[in-house]
């Protein structure tokens, strides 16, 4: 067997922005500290925090009033940042500066009277925060099919925005589509789809010719990983999508496989090291690194925690 390990992978700037946030504030605050949605959408990085006292809440009235708040790496709307200055709340905005730029842009678009679709995943935690920017003057699609079942005037003021962790290639469709229907429609300055969603999809596309099989490590609800399976499977491989080496299954593999393994923004790479080991373990693999795209981006601790952290 033989393993090819995908660079890039794992870890984006807005993640490590995140984790790193939430170990400075327990190190300045101590447990329990709340966190609005999962920090993450990764599940072995949930329960680890979850181990040290973090207190995950998907509703902000469950942090005790006084009390100190993350939000977490996807962003929240007006309304939960309101709600936490009306309950006193010590709140630390973890947001990925990707995000931030979506919601900016609804804002902007909004305040000069456009219509926004916005292209993303129905209940995403990212979405949720990004439609609460401008409520009144936002829908939601996630395919051709709803790009078809808009009603807009042909004549209509409007812009459209997308979720970060899509498919660049879906998102290109829906986008498509949109520019068909609406020629007049408007959209960011620069994709709103983040570098590392990118990084990665490309690195899988480039790649996954020469696999077998694929392995994904990340969460079921991260947007990005489950694109990447999605990209491979597309191709005919084999797609697996896990959090754990303890999921992997023999019956999966051939000896003689070439095996590709890549992990969503969210995913440690130590969960990355552990599939490597037991595969090396079971059949023996040898162990190749492939980069297809270097990464040197980096993201400061939000602003609350830089000063407290100077006194």
Known sequence: MKLILVNPRGFCAGVNMAIESLE????????????????????????????????????ITEVPTGGT??????????????????????????????????????????????????????G??????????????MVLVEDE??????????????????????????????????RRKYPQIIGPHKDDICYATQNRQEAVRTLVPAVDVVLVLGSQNSSNSQRLAE??????????????????????FRPTDTVLITAGASAPEDHVQ????????????????????EEHVSFPLPRELRVLAST
């Open 231 to 252: 990209i491979a499977r597309a191709t005919g491989r084999s797609a697996y999508l896990i959090d754990r080496a303890s999921e992997l299954k023999d019956e999966w």
């Open 145 to 178: 099919a709803d790009v078809a079942a808009l009603t807009f005037a042909a004549d209509a003021k409007l812009a459209y925005l997308t979720q970060t962790t899509l498919s660049v290639d879906e998102a290109r469709i829906v986008i498509d589509a949109l």
């Open 69 to 122: 708040v993350l939000y977490s790496a996807h962003g929240v709307s007006p309304m939960i940042r309101e709600a936490s200055k009306t309950r006193n709340l010590r709140a630390i905005d973890a947001t990925c500066p990707l995000v931030t730029k979506v919601h900016l842009e609804a804002v902007r678009f909004a305040k000069d009277g456009y219509t926004i679709v916005l292209v993303g995943h129905q």
């Open 24 to 59: 400075k504030a327990l190190e300045l605050f101590g447990a329990p500290l709340y966190v609005y949605h999962e920090i993450v959408h990764n599940r072995p990085i949930v329960e680890r925090f979850g181990a040290r006292g973090v207190v995950f809440v998907d509703d």
């Open 274 to 293: 552990d599939c490597v080991n037991l595969l090396q373990a079971r059949f023996g693999a040898e162990v190749e690194s492939r980069t297809v795209r």
């Open 124 to 137: 995403h935690d990212e979405v949720i925060g990004t439609m609460g920017e401008a409520p009144t003057h």
